[in-house]
């Protein structure tokens, strides 16, 4: 694929890169691709970024038909610049496509798209300790039509923002509310795919528990109401004794690279991991018998977030005494270093550009 | 509420009356206001139809957090316009803008603001038989943000399309696939709300079910599998013997203001109508029994459609020799004569402006 290169000539002032905050600037440029039905997707380019122009009877405002993708860039001690998983993070983009009806896109092109674009924008990458170069892939529907169909036109963009830390103390214990009263996705649904629509479902919830003190809320399954699913928009783990459990991709549940980094570090420390569905009542009994070591989100944003207090229908339990687990921490350490290029790649995880 | 008019000064070409497709042709003017934190909803306007400016990173594209409506407003032969039920529709927007977490609006500044920019574009309001001009307000999340919470910025906007009768040769009987793959929306989530995320999530059903020769699907509930819920993007009903069936609302269905409008005509004219949720299997069994007189979708678009034929795991049945049943025909003519003023309005459904 040729990509058509336009540079800025107005450069913005780069943010400190020590009190940087999470998706609010944006760098200098970012990618475009066009897609119309009968030519395919086409004319891809690297422009200054600034504001779209769009018809307000653009599908994407009013039927939601939009995907994206979230991954980071990092520059190594050396001065290399390396993706985490770019490969993964194509082809799940792909899975959100076809659920949503848009057109999948060559994932080599998409791979292409975003070192080309890191490249340009490489001055953005922030090289403070916890900080990288978030990148945002999406695809959203631009027929100017009020109907619901799918759309025959699509922009593929891409944009990037420097990001700190997510916790600026580092990692740290956070308090998460058991939801049993909204439901965020049902196999059959779209929850296994990154799309707007899951998003949006989940905002009350999260709205609702943090007015009760909570970070985030844990989701159960929608039919039963009873079997843990997500922490907020992350996949969840338990340890329990030197077992992990981890429920398992069946529909509603989004496939998550920090989640399949994470089984395949633990697996490779020899550590059991089982992706099971396990009950909200299993996990308070498993706390109950001090067999509950360890819980633990994974997601790209925070990579590891444990998780110090679960609240269950007025039972709110305290997991590892508030602290960070031995294993979260070893996968938190892991993972960012192989991130940054501080730990070697054994799993082929790092596409340098 | 004060509303600033700018008047175009480049009026459009306006379409063959006698040739409209449905949300193709937008009008002259738009209606926009503002939200922000703190100052509320602000800044009401009328501007020329044209392209909003929004940053790629804008919440809308990425998190779906968007809400609509859908009315339409008719000419009468004496010339007054009149709308069709506008206070349903900016009370539903509210109930749609509380679920996604969207600050609600001022429900009689909704009714002014359509009544002012229809009046503005009252020459686009098309006369000839079945027409009318659809009335598209929507609410989007403009934060320039890329990270998942409640924005802190909105636009409400209006746009106008002069639309033909959503069937051209009439209501005709349409085929319909009961969709048991996918799920449209389960209790606790988003079904009741009219958001982009419920109708992006129907996209792929759509789509196969065309593909398999059907119009549209029959929804069954996600959580069994079995309870009949929508057809399309519709509510459905049933004529069995002198009674009407159709699902009650129970936050997975949306509340359709037609629906509303159908039920209170049938009670109006003395027929049971039994708000009860009943299985797919009930319905072929009604049709076996030779029960089953007619079954038909409400929806503003298309008013009444009738459904000819219902295809279930490989058994096809055809209603009422795939005509149109008599309450259908029915209820078609006096919804459509009360919205254009051939027909008492004793429900006080208009709001003529």
């Known amino acids: 694929m040729e990509i058509r290169i336009t540079r800025t000539r107005n450069p913005k002032k780069k943010p400190d890169e020590n009190s940087l905050v999470f998706g ?6 970012m990618f475009i691709m066009n897609y119309t039905q009968g030519e ?9 970024y600034g504001p779209l122009q769009l018809d307000p009877s653009t599908m994407v405002f009013h039927y939601a038909q939009e995907t994206f993708e979230g991954l980071k860039a ?5 001065g290399d610049i390396q993706l985490f998983r770019a490969k ?13 009806c848009i057109p999948t896109l060559d994932e080599e092109d998409v791979i292409q ?4 674009l890191v490249k340009v924008d490489q001055d953005w990458i922030p090289k403070a300790e916890g900080t990288s170069l978030y990148i945002r892939p999406f695809v959203i529907a631009t027929d100017p039509f ?14 990037l923002s420097p990001v700190g830390a997510y916790y600026k103390e580092g990692i740290s ?9 909204y439901v965020r996705a049902v196999p059959g649904g779209i929850g296994f795919a990154k799309t707007g629509g899951n998003y949006a479902a989940s905002l009350m919830a999260q709205v609702e528990a943090g007015k009760k003190g909570y970070s985030q809320v844990l989701w159960l399954d929608g039919i039963e109401r009873k079997y843990v699913e997500e922490v907020g928009t992350s996949n969840v783990f338990c340890r329990v004794g030197n077992k992990i459990y981890t429920p398992p991709l069946q529909g509603s549940i989004l496939s998550g690279i920090t989640r399949d980094s994470a089984i395949k570090l633990l697996r490779s420390w020899d550590i059991e991991v089982i992706e099971e569905r396990f009950t909200i009542e299993q996990l308070f009994e498993w706390h109950r018998k001090g067999e509950l070591q360890e819980v633990f989100a994974t997601g790209t944003a925070a990579v590891i977030s444990p998780i110090g207090a679960l609240s269950w229908q ?24 192989i991130q940054n290029g501080q730990l070697e790649d054994s799993f082929s995880w790092i596409t340098s550009i």
Chains 1, 2 share one sequence.
């Open 24 to 29: 609010h600037d944006f760098t200098d440029h």
């Open 40 to 48: 395919g997707w086409h004319d891809p380019r690297v422009e200054p």
């Open 74 to 78: 990092y520059k190594t001690d050396s």
């Open 88 to 100: 993964d993070n194509a082809a799940r983009l792909n899975q959100s496509n076809e659920r949503m």
């Open 113 to 116: 798209a975003i070192a080309t």
């Open 146 to 159: 009020v109907g619901v169909k799918a759309s025959s036109t699509y922009l593929f963009m891409i944009i």
């Open 173 to 181: 214990p956070v308090k998460i509310y058991v939801e049993d009263k």
């Open 314 to 337: 007025d039972n709110e339990i305290t997991i590892n005494n508030n602290e960070i687990g031995q294993l979260s921490q070893r996968l938190y350490n892991s993972i960012t270093k």
